[in-house]
């Protein structure tokens, strides 16, 4: 679910700072560096924050649940993106939510560690990896839909903005408990 969310950001946030901030090509490359500063940050950061709870004795199905949420809460605000004023305010709330979704990212990438084992985890890594890639090429499809019918950045930076709780939920649904998978011999 949140894969796509990267890949509108990568493909679509040049034109969004074209199109509705008015920046040339020429000048997009400064904030395109802030965000990405930032959403290096949240990687490094957010993957270092489940890792720190699991020291101070929380469950590992604690500590990456809280650190995800942390990470979905960060990018709750680029929901309003399109009404702020300013390029650099609009600059600072996309790099937030590209920081939580690296955050996210990173601390969704050690749950197959957590849930599968060792034989295992490779294959439900190139599966979600595929997954997101087709989510990718279907949000690429969906944006420009969207900006044809509304000429409006709104519907997808709600997307982006609700995703990652959704997927939370998803995650907290399919398991609790963050148990490992029992994998029968065949």
């Not at 890949?7 to 008015?22: N, S, T």
């Not at 924050?49 to 979905?72: E, G, H, P, T």
């Not at 690296?102 to 197959?112: C, I, V, W, Y």
Request: glycine residues 10%.
């Amino acid at each position: 679910m949140v894969d796509p969310i990267w890949w509108f950001y990568l493909f679509w946030i040049p034109d969004y700072l074209q199109r509705e901030r008015g920046l040339h090509l020429t000048q997009i490359g400064l904030p395109i560096l802030v965000i990405y500063v930032i959403s290096d940050l949240g990687s490094i950061g957010r993957g270092w924050l489940s890792s720190s709870l699991i020291r101070r004795n929380f469950s590992v199905n604690a500590a990456r649940k809280w650190a995800m949420l942390v990470c979905a809460l960060c990018v709750l605000p680029v929901a309003i993106v399109f009404r702020v004023s300013g390029r650099w305010p609009a600059t600072l709330l996309i790099g937030l939510a590209a920081a939580g979704h690296q955050g996210f990212s990173a601390n969704l990438f050690t749950l197959p560690s957590d849930l599968f084992p060792s034989r295992a985890v490779a294959s439900v890594v190139g599966i979600g990896g595929m997954a997101g890639a087709v989510g990718g090429m279907l949000i690429a499809e969906i944006v420009g839909h969207v900006l044809q019918w509304t000429g409006s950045y709104m519907v997808p930076f709600l997307i982006a903005a609700s995703a990652y709780l959704i997927g939370l939920m998803l995650i907290h649904a399919l398991s609790p408990k963050l148990l490992p998978a029992q994998i029968g011999q065949l």
